[in-house]
């Protein structure tokens, strides 16, 4: 199949990107640096700069990636809006580029986060949980709706509600391991916020999963079906590495060092990927534990 990716050379469309060329389709990434992100990417991915670039290529499978990062510095309003517009706007350009070239791909598949939930204590958090408060649910939420507006040209749209997603290296862990390391590492705030947390593997999988099922689409949470608290995670993570586990930071210290930002910390939910379950997708890490023994024994 034709595959088009924005955001094909992060952390996550990178091992996309790659377990797709595998499976044999023909994968096209929209980036803004094609040399560096070539430098990553097979051979076989045909990068270029625009989506412009991109004219006659006929994308079967449409999959939304795109995103400044959002952990990597303060929530100032400048920030925000390049959070805002890294996603939503380029969100739009997409669906725009495919209504001007009369294209309708049969699967249009984009991300989102479960910070679109905002924060609850420890009750289930399904798909059917409304939206919640903060900068992230809004930030979410607009992007959502940007991407649900390919429903009139895609027969399978799917949002991703994606969880803190595990692998190294990069994403999350490459901040969190080297603490624990040290044993320095420990909870935040009072650890009692849940951690959605899913293998990059799965990720990979599901997105497979829901191309090559069209039935299935709609919005997925897409994270194992054994979230846990910060503390655990901490636990986890400092037996996985044999390290002792000292630190707590407190909520007042995170509060102060990363201002709004803090809320990725100190706030989270106790999400279920109850849809993708029920589709029949299996994981092939529902534990914490067994994602870190792949991750650090491999
Ligand atoms: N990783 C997680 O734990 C996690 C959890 C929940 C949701 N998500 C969401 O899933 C998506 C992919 O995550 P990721 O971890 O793979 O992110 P990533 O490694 O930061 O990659 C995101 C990609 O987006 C592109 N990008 C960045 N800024 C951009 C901008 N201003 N305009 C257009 N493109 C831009 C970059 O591609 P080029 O530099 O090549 O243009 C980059 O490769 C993101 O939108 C993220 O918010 C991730």
Known sequence: MNILITGGSGFIGGAVSRALVADGHHVGVVSRHPVRASRKLPDAVDVRQSLALFNGFEPEVVIN????????RRWSQARKAKLINSRVETTEQLVDWL???GLRPGVFISASAVGYYGHHDSEKVTEDTPKGEGFSSDLC????????????????????RIGLVLDQPGGLLDRYVPPFKLGLGGRFGSGEQ???????????RIIQFLMNSPEHHGVFNVS?????????????LAQTLNRPQCLHVPAVVLKGAFGEMSELMLEGANMVPKRLLDA??????PTVTEA???????
Do not use: Y
């Open 141 to 160: 939420a607009a992007w959502e709706t940007a991407a649900l507006k390919a429903s009139s040209l895609c027969d399978a749209v799917s949002i991703l």
């Open 99 to 101: 209504r001007q070239q």
């Open 194 to 204: 849940f951690m959605p947390w899913v293998h990059r593997r799965d990720v990979v």
């Open 292 to 298: 870190f023994s792949e991750i650090f024994d491999r």
């Open 280 to 285: 029949g997708f299996e994981f092939e890490f």
């Open 224 to 236: 194992a079906p054994s979230p846990v608290t910060n503390a655990a995670f901490a636990t986890a």
């Open 65 to 72: 990636l795109a995103g400044e990062p959002i952990a990597n």
